[in-house]
């Protein structure tokens, strides 16, 4: 199992460029979450589906965010435009019913000059 | 919010068993202990979990409270891989009414495990 699979695994833009982190979950999982993490803030959670469904983008700090599931095999984030602020290591996690385990990719680290 | 608190670090011999402390004052009936970890650079990994009962996997122990307000991560003997930041999480189970699948992260405590 190659486990959780995000890419890009570094990117580095400028303000005001539109970006798309992309993840691919661990196959036969229903649940997708994205999470965001800062020194600031900590691990966030910004939204998370349910067979390809969004239950719940409460997280989701503004509309500059936007996440899509298309099928159960792909997830994309993406943030336009980007800002500075936005600097941080983006994590996708996938689970399944009956389970209560989220198993976590190894991030996309983010960086908007 | 995170309903947990943990020591901000801790250290750890190489070799002896590492018990990473959480309270959970506010902890419901229906609420489970979860515990997972973060080293460095990577995503964070699951580790144990709990209702009320004593929990042992191949990675740890899990010691709850008679009254769950508090619980106990143990490290039988820590190695220096185990160095990570670890996160103590009260959640509901996705079994019990009101279950939820969010997972709300604290500030965890940074263990460092020296040689």
């Known amino acids: 199992d190659a486990g959780v699979i995000q890419s890009p695994r570094h990117e580095v833009t400028e303000m005001g460029q539109e970006v798309t982190l992309r993840c691919k979950p661990i196959?036969?999982?229903?649940?997708l979450f994205w999470y965001r993490q800062t020194m600031m803030r900590g691990l966030e959670l910004l939204i998370y589906f349910n067979n390809n469904v969004p239950i719940d983008d409460s997280g989701m700090p503004e509309d500059r965010f936007s996440a899509k599931m298309p099928n159960a095999s792909f997830s994309t984030l993406k943030i336009q435009p980007s800002e500075p602020r936005d600097s941080a290591v983006y994590f996708c996690?996938?689970?399944?019913?009956?389970?209560?385990?989220?198993?976590f990719g190894p991030g996309t680290r983010l960086l908007v000059l | 919010d995170a309903k947990t608190t943990q020591p901000p670090s801790m250290d750890c011999a190489e070799g002896r068993a590492a018990n990473l402390p959480c309270n959970h004052s506010t902890i419901s009936g229906n609420e489970y202990v979860y515990w997972y970890r973060q080293i460095h650079s990577q995503g964070p990994q699951y580790i144990i979990h709990g209702l009320k009962n004593n929990e042992t996997n191949e990675m740890a122990s899990l010691i709850i409270t008679e009254d769950r307000k508090s619980s106990t991560l143990i490290l039988p003997h820590a190695t220096l891989r185990d160095t990570a930041v670890y996160y103590c999480i009260v959640r509901p189970s996705l079994l019990t009414q009101g279950g939820s699948e969010k997972l709300v992260f604290g500030k965890g405590t940074k263990l460092t495990v020296n040689p």
């Open positions: 996690a996938s689970g399944t019913s009956g389970q209560e385990t989220q198993y």
């Open positions: 196959s036969g999982h229903d649940y």
